[in-house]
């Protein structure tokens, strides 16, 4: 029996107790009330009781859920969800510049820095990294950009990420 099952059951049988207490100690106008209240109570005790250990039996006779392996390229439940929100990000930005800014620059200046960085380039080395990536894509990441002056503009097109992040992955291990 779980430990649900039995508090469920021990409150029970403590309320209908306490009933059948007050009931005798305030004097019910008839003694025959009394008597059909508490066979009433102990009906319904043993009603529960015998609910509770039919639910247990039925319980313990169903097989266990089968659990499958998860796959090594099955993603992750987190790994889902940040996919998700990256994708929503990436529409979000592609419609207001102020979204673009504040949810996908920052993911983008992330990415890029770490990729430059592995050929021993700084992100914000301006002459080099342009040099490397191309004045249009790197003005995505630029660490000094500026947010929007207008932050309700158009976005930045999903072709303008694409672009940067195949520049990004073009770069090879060795720059």
């Not at 309320?15 to 106008?29: D, E, I, N, R, Y």
């Not at 510049?97 to 949810?103: L, N, P, R, T, V």
């Amino acid at each position: 029996m779980t430990r649900a099952l039995r508090a469920s059951f021990l409150t029970m049988a403590g309320l209908v107790a306490t009933g059948l207490a007050v009931a005798l100690f305030v004097g019910a106008p008839h003694p025959a009330l009394i008597e059909r209240a508490a066979a009433a109570a102990f009906g319904a005790l043993g009603l529960g009781a015998g609910l509770i250990a039919l639910s247990v039996t039925v319980a313990a006779d169903l097989p266990a859920p089968a659990r499958r392996a998860r796959l090594a390229e099955e993603p992750s439940e987190a790994g889902a969800t940040a996919l998700f929100d990256l994708e929503r990000s990436l529409r979000v930005g592609s419609l207001a510049a102020g979204d673009f800014h504040a949810h996908v620059r920052p993911r983008l200046v992330h990415v890029a820095a770490s990729r430059l960085a592995r050929g021993g380039v700084a992100l914000s080395d301006h002459s080099r990294a342009v040099e490397l990536l191309g004045a249009e894509a790197y003005a995505l990441v630029d660490p000094a950009g500026a947010p929007p002056g207008d932050r309700f503009g158009p976005g930045v097109a999903l072709a303008r990420v694409g672009d940067l992040l195949d520049k990004l992955e073009a770069l090879g291990e060795p720059l």
